[in-house]
């Protein structure tokens, strides 16, 4: 408090009470000061996905989705975003813009096998199964023992390569 006393033009003073309150388990608090840092730095990626992962937590899907895909254009480098969306989508049957997200995931960091395995599910739903395939492949080569991507990779009537 006493930091927005001395700069209250400035985000973070909000973006770190916010993250007191939630630490505390004040969720309307923590939204109303990550909104605040907002109103400061509209175009703030950071505090756009936190506000996201919060309206979601406090079951506002809808506007935490708005609030993550806000941080991606923001900043088309927040990895974690991109593969948050592209489970969304997924779940929510939207699989084209589900394997848009979890492209840019996988592009973005490829020595992250769940990328990969998420991508091929959805390929694997998609019906396309050499494209997922190749996903569980890139998958399996980074984490071998993982039983999931073994039993899709079957699935899809893929081999280990």
Do not use: W
């Amino acid at each position: 408090n006493r930091a927005l006393e001395l700069k209250p033009l400035f985000g973070d003073p909000h973006n770190n009470l916010a993250a007191i309150f939630v630490h505390e388990n004040k969720y309307k608090e923590a939204m109303d000061e990550i909104s605040e840092a907002i109103k400061i730095y509209p175009e703030h990626a950071e505090y756009h996905r936190i506000k996201g992962e919060l309206q979601i937590q406090q079951g506002l899907k809808m506007e935490g989705i708005a609030s993550l895909e806000k941080a991606a254009r923001y900043d088309p480098n927040m990895v974690g975003v991109r593969a948050s969306l592209g489970r969304f989508y997924f779940e929510a049957g939207s699989l084209s813009t589900a394997a848009e997200m979890m492209k840019q995931a996988v592009l973005l960091d490829t020595n992250n096998p769940g990328y990969h395995r998420d991508l091929g599910s959805i390929y694997f739903k998609q019906g396309k199964l050499d494209k997922a395939a190749h996903e569980f492949n890139a998958a399996l080569k980074l984490a071998p023992d993982d039983v999931y991507i073994r039993q899709m990779l079957g699935a899809c009537g893929g081999q280990y390569r």
